[in-house]
């Protein structure tokens, strides 16, 4: 069973700065990736940023502004936002692509979500 945990998110003013961290736990016996994703109301679940063998991808909305990192020890995940916007206003999900078993195929795992708000 794999669980992921995410750090609370929050209330910040526009150009404020919130760090999201996502730490794996359980029986994993691989991480291929992790990222993060956003949803705002109405609209669907989006790509925010993701890293897979060390390489990082953004989307563009986010570039310049979000950092994702890995502490590949802790299997945690990590998403600093600075210059936010009231756009970035959303559940925030951070995604595993976990292995459950050492033979088995990677698996997508999601956090429970957290509330980021950006507005003065």
């Known amino acids: 069973q794999v669980q992921l945990v995410e750090s609370a998110g929050g209330l910040v003013q526009p150009g404020g700065s919130l760090t999201l961290s996502c730490v794996a736990s359980g029986t994993i016996f691989g991480i291929n990736a992790m990222g993060w994703y956003r949803q705002a109301p109405g609209k669907e679940r989006e790509l925010v940023a993701s890293i897979r063998g060390g390489r990082t991808n953004y989307s563009d909305s986010v570039k310049g502004r979000f950092t994702i990192s890995r502490d590949y020890a802790k299997n945690t995940v990590y998403l600093q936002m600075n210059n936010l916007e009231p756009e970035d206003t959303a559940v925030y999900y951070c995604?595993?692509?976990?292995?459950?078993?050492?033979?088995?195929?990677?698996?997508?795992?999601w956090g429970q979500g957290t509330q980021v708000t950006v507005s003065s």
């Open positions: 995604n595993v692509e976990g292995k459950p078993r050492i033979f088995s195929d990677y698996v997508d795992y």
